[in-house]
Nanobody, 127 residues
Framework: QLQLVESGGGLVQSGGSLRLSCTAS????????IGWFRQAPGKEREGVSC????????NIADSVKDRFTISSDNAKTTVYLTMNSLKPEDTAVYYC????????????????????WGQGTQVTVSS
């Protein structure tokens, strides 16, 4: 069973930056597409960014475009979400998720294809 562990959340002032990390506890993430999602209190979980299994395709939600970037290390053991120019509305619990590759160059903001989820890390942006 693949386990995902997020880290890097915390409290930051508006305009600040954080980098979240998602690490697979047992093996690297070959063959998996990875997504970052977030959920604020009282709101539905939304996709923020995702990356295909070979890193050839990345998607960024419009709400964070030009501020957030997804990347992975060469060994595909860790996927990062770099968040710049943070706003109070970015406050949420951030989750990473993984799904087995369905087709080449694939990732999605739909939660259904994701089979593994991390426990989440809190990001709080103060105004």
């Amino acid at each position: 069973q693949l386990q995902l562990v997020e880290s890097g959340g915390g409290l930051v002032q508006s305009g600040g930056s954080l980098r979240l990390s998602c690490t697979a506890s047992r093996f690297n993430m070959d063959g998996l597409f990875i997504g970052w999602f977030r959920q604020a209190p009282g709101k539905e979980r939304e996709g923020v960014s995702c990356i295909s299994d070979r890193g050839s395709i990345t998607n960024i939600a419009d709400s964070v475009k030009d501020r957030f970037t997804i990347s992975s290390d060469n060994a595909k053991t860790t996927v990062y979400l770099t968040m710049n120019s943070l706003k109070p509305e970015d406050t949420a619990v951030y989750y990473c998720a993984a799904g087995w590759r369905l087709e080449r160059n694939f990732c999605t903001f739909s939660t259904g294809p994701y089979k593994f989820w991390g426990q989440g890390t809190q990001v709080t942006v103060s105004s």
